[in-house]
Structure formats: C-alpha cells, structure tokens
C-alpha cells in the first residue's frame, strides 16, 4: 500500500474559485492524499532549511499546488523559487516565472516555431530604435511585461502618437522598451486550456467596439468557440515549451500573414465562472479532473 500522501494548495476563492477548491479537495480525498488548504506564502517564513507556515513545514509535503494570484509579490515569489528547490510545484518555478514575462515567452516561442508577434526590445536609453520600427510596422503596441487584463497596453497608430508618448514613457523609469508590432485580426481571440498536455477547452473572447483588446477586464466578453487541430496542437506545444503544467493559450489569427499566432501563455488560466457555466462553458469538472491526475501522478512514491 502506499504511503499518504499530503499536498499544500493555494487557490483562489472568488468567481467559483472556492466550489472548484472543494472540488479538487473532496476527489484528491479519494486517492488518499490529503490537502492543506489556502496556504498564502506572504503568511510563510523560512528557517534553518524549512519554510514555515504555522506549524507545518512545506518543504516536507508531497506537492504545492499553487493556483492563486498571478501577480505575487517579491516575497511569495522569493519563497516559490525556495520552495520548489525541496518539492514539485504546479506550476513549477521557473515555467511561472517564464509566463508571467511576456517577453520571454515569445522569445522562447519564437525560438522554436510557434508564431508570436513581431517585437522589439531595447534598453531604455535606446527609444530612438523605437522610431525605426514604426516606420516599418505601420502600428505597434506597448506592453508592460508583467502586465494583465490587457492593463498598460497603448496603441502606438503612428510617428507622432510616439513622440507624444516618449517623453511619459520616459518619466516612468523603466528599464527597457517592449512593443509589438500591431496584428491585424478580427478583435476576437482563443483561450486555450491545457492541462498536463492534454486539450480542457477552448473558448472565445471578443473585443467591445469601441476597443481593440480582447480582454474582459478591458471590456471584451466571452462566447462560445471550438478550436480546431492546428490550434490545439499549437497551445499543446507552447505549454510544453514553456514548461508549464496548466496553462491557458491566448491566440489570435494574423489577417496578413494568415497564420495562429500565441499572444501568450496564461499560467493561472481561471476556471470558468458560474455566469460562463450557465453560457454553456462546460470544462470545470473535465479540467478538475486533468489536475487531480496530474496530482496523483507527480506524488506517486516509488517504493524503495
Ligand atoms: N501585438 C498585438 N496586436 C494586436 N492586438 C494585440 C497584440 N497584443 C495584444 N493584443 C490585444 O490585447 C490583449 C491583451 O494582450 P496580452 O498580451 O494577452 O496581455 P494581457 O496579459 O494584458 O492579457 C489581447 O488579448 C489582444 O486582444
Ligand atoms: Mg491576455
């Protein structure tokens, strides 16, 4: 018989979160591996080789499900790195650090074949380089990095929109310019998702009218949509590539080049809410159990 097994979790609680939370627990209890539920690294500290939290120390569980904020503080990211040095981690570290940087994504995407926007990036000092491409891209989008819900993304429609915003860009101190060249697409995208390799679901996004970006926090809604071959192999490979083991692909269809191309790799893709359900997004119970199994399989212990 095998040993029990325990895991920590940290998953987010609003928009259904919590239901699927019970979920996951109730269906994990099942395969004998316990859960110690809303462990929020900020309330965590590390000491002489474990990392605490209350009395229990993390690095002695058999996995940390981390499924919670994208946005984590230096600190919770500190000890995310720590903690997944002792114990597998979903995600692992270095596959949500590696989403959660939009840069890096398109450029390991990029490096092997999967089509992402053309980009710049360039060292603060060198925005002059900025006023090359735009003669060449036609239009162009500043993205913040780090950034989501379509946050901080400015359209850049020509010369003059830049030199207006040099200066403020300037003023904000960053360390580097990245932009994208502007993809000509019809306003709506796929979200793909993707657990352990295998295909969850696939829906829509549609911009409102009066705005370009696609996101529901900028205003877009969700519709129904299925995914094709192509797009399914596509969002399979980026995860793999980026390494992570959930992951939610966002793609667009480029009208010029006529090809799918990955905006980026979501790597705390949401699960969907109550008012979605009732829209006939179906996937909760069919992606539940893809991490369960996934759990189960990266806690088996090998008899020694
Ligand atoms: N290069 C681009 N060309 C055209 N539209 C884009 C481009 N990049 C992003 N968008 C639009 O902006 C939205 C948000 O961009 P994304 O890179 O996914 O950042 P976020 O993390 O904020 O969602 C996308 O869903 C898409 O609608
Ligand atoms: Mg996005």
Redesign the pocket.
């Known amino acids: 018989m095998s040993k029990n097994r325990t895991i920590g979790m940290w998953l987010y609680n609003n928009g259904g979160g919590d239901k699927v939370g019970k979920k996951i627990i109730k269906k994990l209890k099942d395969r004998n591996i316990d859960v110690i539920d809303n462990i929020n690294l900020r309330k965590a500290v590390a000491k002489n080789g474990n990392i605490l939290y209350n009395d229990i120390k993390l690095n002695k569980l058999d996995l940390f499900f981390s499924y919670n904020a994208g946005e984590q503080t230096q600190y919770q990211m500190y000890l995310y790195k720590a903690l997944n040095r002792a114990i597998p981690m979903i995600n692992s570290y270095d596959s949500f650090e590696l989403t959660e940087d939009?840069f890096h994504t398109s450029f390991v995407l990029g490096n092997k074949g999967i089509a992402t926007?053309d980009y710049k990036l360039c060292h603060r000092d060198d925005g002059h380089e900025l006023k090359k491409i735009i003669k060449k891209w036609d239009k162009m989008?500043y993205?913040p990095t780090d950034?989501?819900?379509?946050?901080g993304?400015t359209k850049i429609e020509n010369e003059a929109s830049l030199d207006m915003l040099m200066p403020f860009l300037n003023q904000m101190d960053l360390r580097y310019f990245y932009v994208?060249?502007?993809?000509k697409?019809d306003?709506t995208?796929f979200r793909v998702d993707i657990v352990d390799g295998k295909f969850v679901a696939c829906y829509g996004?549609k911009?409102n009218g009066t705005d370009?970006?696609?996101?529901v926090t900028?205003g877009?809604s969700v519709f129904m949509r299925e995914a094709n071959q192509d797009i399914i192999d596509i969002a399979i490979k980026a995860c793999k590539l980026c390494g992570v083991d959930i992951g939610g692909v966002?793609i667009?269809y480029d009208l010029e080049k006529e090809e799918y191309v990955v905006?980026?790799v979501n790597g705390i893709p949401a699960f969907a809410t109550p008012e979605q359900e009732k829209m006939g997004l179906d996937f909760n119970n069919k992606k539940i159990k893809l991490i369960v199994d996934l759990i189960d399989k990266k806690t088996q212990k090998k008899d020694l």
Request: charge should be positive; glycine fraction near 14%.
């Open positions: 939009k926007a989008v993205k950034g989501w819900g379509g946050l993304l994208e060249k502007f993809i697409y306003n995208d996004r911009a370009w970006r696609t996101n900028s877009g966002d667009i905006l980026e």
